[in-house]
DNA sequence: TCGATCTTTCCTGGTT
DNA sequence: TAACCAGGAAAGATCG
């Protein structure tokens, strides 16, 4: 069963459930969950089993504060919590006891970059989000590798306090972006997929595939490059 | 196991 | 001359 609605998830994430944080463009902090959750139901936990996820620290105000867990398999009741748009990962939310339950429950999360802010949620019903995604090839021994390039290069830019001096807006709006430091561009993409052999001539050829698939567009200039119609995440949150 | 996808690597030739 | 761009070809890695 596929959820294609993201839900927010309601459990009660604390320090030592995940091994790692990120913060959103707009401020929004996720926890990488390091290990299964329990719910306060005994047959169901959220888990990091075969793949990797974020959850979003929402708010308490935005919290679905509830005293129990809600029901996995329930749409209904995740409907009503169906507030993020713009998707990413893939959960798969597992029963303690599967052949009592049946098999896993997978669903989708936001991006980890892709969150709006609390106020600028807005809820929504269409089901056919999901099938714009491309595949997610998500293992946990990837985990950090299995990112796509254009995707780096787009978390990249939304963190530009701590990247602009290696990619920075050329137009944000339009999508289009400037590669600074070539160099240091591809020694950061070598070292996410730990290829010390990775050099500006190859992540530009790796670009360049991009231009058929329509994830990028060719734009004049050197070094410049532009979003197409085949990304999505880079838009401005407010302009959804 | 196999096909699809996404790079990665190497290459030639052209431009800035 | 170096850096970059364009794109063909093939191989590697991973996934479903």
Redesign the pocket.
């Known amino acids: 069963m596929y959820f294609q609605q993201p839900p927010v998830i309601p459990i009660h994430c604390k320090l030592g459930d995940y091994d790692s944080t990120a913060t959103t463009s707009n401020g929004t902090e996720l926890a990488m969950l390091s290990k299964p959750i329990m719910s306060e139901r005994s047959d169901i936990f959220l888990g990091s089993r075969d793949t990797e996820f974020f959850l979003p620290i929402i708010p308490t105000t935005f919290h679905p504060i509830e005293t129990d867990f809600p029901e996995m398999r329930d749409s209904h009741l995740y409907a009503e919590h169906s507030i993020f748009k713009g998707l990413l990962a893939t959960v798969t939310t597992y029963h303690s006891n599967p052949e009592q339950v049946g098999p896993p429950v997978k669903q989708v999360l936001p991006s980890i970059d892709f969150l709006m802010s609390p106020n600028k949620i807005k809820c929504s019903t269409d089901v056919k989000q999901h099938e714009k995604l ?2 997610c ?3 946990p021994q ?1 985990r950090g590798q ?1 990112i ?3 995707e780096f290069i787009r978390d990249l830019l939304l963190n530009p306090t701590e990247n602009s001096e290696i990619l920075r807006w050329e137009n944000r709006r339009a999508g289009i972006f400037r590669v600074v430091k ?1 160099n240091a561009f591809a020694q950061l ?1 070598g070292s996410k ?1 730990n ?1 010390k ?2 050099n ?7 670009l ?2 991009y ?1 058929k ?1 329509g994830i990028l567009e ?1 734009v004049d200039g ?3 490059y532009k979003f197409g119609q085949k990304a999505y995440g880079w838009e401005e949150a407010w302009s959804l």
């Open positions: 491309p595949k090839r998500t293992n990837r299995s796509h390039l254009w070539s993409w997929k290829n052999g990775m500006y001539e190859k992540l530009s050829r790796a360049r595939h231009y698939t060719r050197r070094l410049t």
